[in-house]
C-alpha cells in the first residue's frame, strides 16, 4: 500500500460553487511553495528571471537563491519588483530542486512571498495522479481518476485567488508535486482522457474519492455539514469491489488516556464507555456516544474520528467498539470518509473488466462524461 494513495483522506472537503460547463482557461496557478523568506530557483540549462519593470536576466545553468525584500525580490545586488517571471528554455524550472513543468511567478505575501507553478492543466495533473492513486493500477482505474481529478480541479479553480493562485499543492486541493513524481501509466490515462470531466445538471459534478468505502460509499450528509440537499449521484451505492482489498476490515486498540486527551477539548476525561448511537442507510455510525467521568458527549461520527486518530479509526464504519483493559478496541470496514468513488473498488472493477466509464456511472451514477474546451 503507498502512503501517498490515501493523503487525501484527510482533505477538508468543502463544497465550493459549482461551475456551469464552458470555455476554460488552459493554464492553472499552482501555490507551491508558500509564506517564503527565500527560495532557489535553478535550471539544467539557461534560465531567465524577469519582473514586472520589463528587466530580465539572462542565467547560465546552475542554482541561484532568491530573497523576499519588503517590496521585492533580491537577486544579488538587483531588487525585482513583483511580480517576478521564473522560466527554463527547455521548459522545466526548478524550484527548490524540484522540477516543475511551465513557468514560476513569485508575488508579495506580507513580508514574504509566494512561488507560484503556472502551467497546463493536463500538465498539472500529471503532477497530481501519482499522489493520488497507484501508477501500477489498471490503466482503466488510472482513467476514472484521472477524469475526477480533472473534474475536481474545474470546479475548483480560483479557490486561493486571495492569495494570487487558483490551487495549493497540498491535501486543502490536491497533491501535488511537479514533474519529478511523473509516472507513464498516469500521463497516458491523462492523455487518453484528455479535457474528459465529470457532469451533473450541465455543472462540474463535486467528484470527492475515497481510499475503500468497506462495501458502501456514504450520503456525505452525514459527514460534513452541509447546506443543500445531498445530489443524486452522492446518495451512496453498494461497492461489491473492494472486499478483498487492503484495510476492507480493520481493528486497533486505543487507550484510554490517548482518546481523552484527543478530546480534551470537550472536557472529556477518564472514559466509561463508547457506543454507536444511529447508523446510515451504508452502515456507518452517525454519532458516539462517549461516557466519561465528567458527564457524556455525542459527536458526529465521523467528527469523533477525526478527532481522535483517523489513521488508527480507519472509518466510522464501526462493527464493533468494545472495552478492553485500560482501552477501546474498535472494529471496522473501510478507509476514509466513504463519499463518492472508492479508489479500491475502483481498481477492483478494472481489474474484472470494466471500462472507465462503467466505473465513474456505478460511483456517480446520472452524472455524464463531457469534454471541456480549453481556451
Known amino acids: 500500500m503507498l502512503k501517498k494513495t490515501f493523503l487525501i483522506l484527510f ?19 499552482v501555490g507551491i511553495i508558500l509564506d517564503a523568506d527565500s527560495f532557489a530557483a535553478a535550471n539544467t540549462s539557461d534560465f531567465f528571471i524577469s519582473d514586472s519593470k520589463g528587466r530580465k536576466f539572462k542565467l547560465s545553468k546552475g542554482m541561484v537563491t532568491l530573497t523576499a525584500a519588503g517590496d521585492g525580490l533580491m537577486l544579488g545586488e538587483n531588487k525585482l519588483v513583483f511580480p517576478v517571471k521564473i522560466e527554463g528554455s527547455a521548459g522545466i524550472i526548478f524550484a527548490n530542486k524540484k522540477p516543475y513543468r511551465g513557468y514560476l511567478t513569485v508575488v508579495k ?6 512561488i507560484i507553478n503556472v502551467l497546463t492543466i493536463e500538465d498539472y495533473l500529471r503532477g497530481v495522479l501519482p499522489k493520488e ?16 481529478s480533472r473534474t475536481y480541479t474545474m470546479a475548483n479553480l480560483n479557490k486561493h485567488s486571495g492569495q494570487g493562485f487558483d490551487v495549493c499543492a497540498q491535501t486543502h486541493c490536491q497533491v501535488y508535486g511537479g514533474a519529478g513524481t511523473e509516472a507513464l501509466g498516469c ?3 491523462i492523455s487518453e482522457t484528455s479535457g474528459e470531466v465529470l457532469t451533473y445538471n450541465d455543472k462540474f459534478a463535486q467528484t470527492v474519492f ?64 463508547i457506543k454507536v ?16 467521568s465528567k458527564g457524556t ?9 477525526t478527532a481522535v486518530d483517523a489513521w488508527k479509526i480507519r472509518s466510522n464504519t464501526f462493527d464493533s467498539i468494545k472495552k478492553d ?9 473501510g478507509w476514509g470518509h466513504k463519499v463518492g468513488l472508492c479508489q479500491w473498488g475502483a481498481k477492483g472493477m478494472a481489474d474484472a473488466g470494466k471500462k472507465y466509464k462503467t466505473i465513474l456511472q456505478h460511483y456517480y451514477p446520472k452524472t455524464k462524461i463531457e469534454k471541456v474546451q480549453y481556451n
Not at 133 to 148: F, G, N, R, T
Not at 277 to 292: M, N, R
Not at 325 to 333: A, E, L, W
Open 297 to 305: 458527549l455525542t459527536l458526529n461520527a465521523y467528527k469523533f474520528r
Open 133 to 148: 492513486a497507484s501508477p501500477s493500477w489498471h490503466a482503466e482505474s488510472l482513467k476514472a481518476q484521472a477524469i475526477i
Open 210 to 273: 475515497h481510499a475503500n468505502c468497506g462495501g458502501h460509499t456514504e450520503d456525505p450528509k452525514y459527514v460534513w455539514n452541509w447546506n443543500f440537499d445531498t445530489p443524486e449521484y452522492l446518495k451512496g451505492v453498494k461497492c461489491g469491489y473492494c472486499a478483498n482489498a487492503p484495510h476492507a476490515y480493520w481493528e486497533n486498540t486505543l487507550t484510554n488516556a490517548y482518546i481523552a486527551s484527543k478530546l480534551s477539548s470537550y472536557n472529556v476525561e477518564k472514559i466509561k464507555s
Open 277 to 292: 448511537k444511529g447508523e446510515t442507510p451504508a452502515g456507518s455510525a452517525k454519532e458516539v456516544v462517549i461516557t466519561h
Open 109 to 114: 505575501s506580507g513580508k514574504k512571498v509566494n
Open 187 to 189: 500521463n497516458i490515462a
Open 11 to 29: 482533505c477538508l472537503f468543502v463544497v465550493s460553487d459549482l461551475f456551469a460547463i464552458g470555455p476554460v482557461r488552459k493554464s492553472i496557478r
Open 325 to 333: 483493559g485500560d482501552g477501546f478496541m474498535f472494529k471496522g470496514r
